[in-house]
């Protein structure tokens, strides 16, 4: 059974950090390339950074060099490092397969206040 588990979210004041986690079962997870996506409230879901099977990573333009996306294939998990938090960051993070080819996850909350 696939499941996708994201958590660490949370209430951060702008200009600060948080790790996102996502655990993954069910699925050949190092043979995928992962993704993080965010949905503010409103607004479509959208794709905020890729990872590869060989670690190569890309970015929405508007957090590039403020996220850094990472795996441990050893541990099925895909961690998003966000610094430097914006108040537009609030959102639900969902992770998944890129395409999003699972069923989404519950997602965790993302709220950063100004």
């Known amino acids: 059974q696939v499941q996708l588990v994201e958590s660490w979210g949370g209430l951060v004041q702008a200009g600060g950090s948080l790790r996102l986690s996502c655990a993954t079962s069910?699925?050949?997870?190092?043979?995928?390339?992962m993704a993080w996506y965010r949905q503010a409230a409103g607004k479509q879901r959208e794709l905020v950074a890729t990872i590869t099977r060989d670690g190569i990573t890309n970015y929405l333009d508007s957090v590039q060099g403020r996220f850094a996306i990472s795996r441990d294939n050893a541990k099925n998990t895909v961690y998003l490092q966000m610094n430097s938090l914006k108040f537009e960051d609030t959102g639900v993070y969902y992770c998944?397969?890129?395409?999003?080819?699972?069923?989404w996850g519950q997602g965790t909350q993302v709220t950063v206040s100004s």
């Open positions: 069910g699925i050949n997870f190092r043979w995928n390339i």
């Open positions: 998944n397969l890129s395409p999003p080819f699972l069923s």
